[in-house]
């Protein structure tokens, strides 16, 4: 019986440990632009045994309490506006599409674009964004404005021209397809996302993180309370144990 209590405890204090992890992952980015909150929530996995005395079923008084992330929250974030032409927030629901160094698109919400040392449009120095043509190349000195459909266009000063140089990506997969890697950016396995062209953009503003970093730190203080009681009763536990262990002591003397 005792052993039971401590094996729950200690499987609890590790759960809500990793879950820990995963909100202040989340307070970490809450300004993190396009960010999308992780969601976590316990697990319940059955110790399974492959001989006696665990024989079919498995142990059914041991279960392994786990902290898994079944998703992501992709509810929309507030819209900064900055007046920055190389800014651009999508208005509903879809993502920009981007290249990772190893060649494979990408999708993500962060639209704070940058202009790289080559002249092409990206979200990072080795994270290009992709156009429906290819990467975007920007001329040197021009100024750029981005239509509502993503398509981009160009001054150079001193002209009265405008030159489309290119069309962003805009897709819409299932949100339930996507998966986060470790680099924040959202894959669509065995895949790509196909344009959309009902996704619309509005130049001069961005999306920020959809993380509320009041209720992050609410979880935080939760979690860490779940955790010390985890702990305490790990602590009961033990002191029960060492209190039986002297009582047969004494009724063996």
Known sequence: MINRYAYTSMTGATATTQQLAVTSNNLANSLTPGFREVISAFRAVPLQGDGEPFVGNGADTRVFSVESTPGSNFSGGQIQTTSNPLDAAIKGDGFFAVRRPDGKEAYTRAGKFMVNDQGVLSIGKDIPVVGE??????????????????????????TQYLNQVGKLKLVNPNA????????????LPGEQAASDPRVKVVQG?????????????????????????????????????????????????
């Not at 290819?134 to 040197?140: K, R």
């Not at 339930?176 to 894959?187: C, K, P, Q, S």
Request: without cysteine; glycine residues 8%.
């Open 205 to 253: 503003a961005y999306e920020l993180s959809n993380v509320n970093p009041t209720m992050a730190m609410v979880q935080m203080i939760g979690q860490s309370r779940l955790f010390d009681l985890n702990s305490r009763s790990i602590s009961s536990a033990d002191q029960n144990a060492r209190s039986a262990t002297t009582l047969l002591s004494l009724s063996r003397s």
């Open 176 to 187: 339930n397809n996507l998966v986060r890697a470790d680099d924040g950016l959202f894959d």
């Open 133 to 158: 043509g290819g990467s975007i190349n920007i001329p040197t000195g021009s100024t750029m404005q981005i239509a509502e459909d993503g398509a981009i266009y160009t001054q150079v000063p001193g």
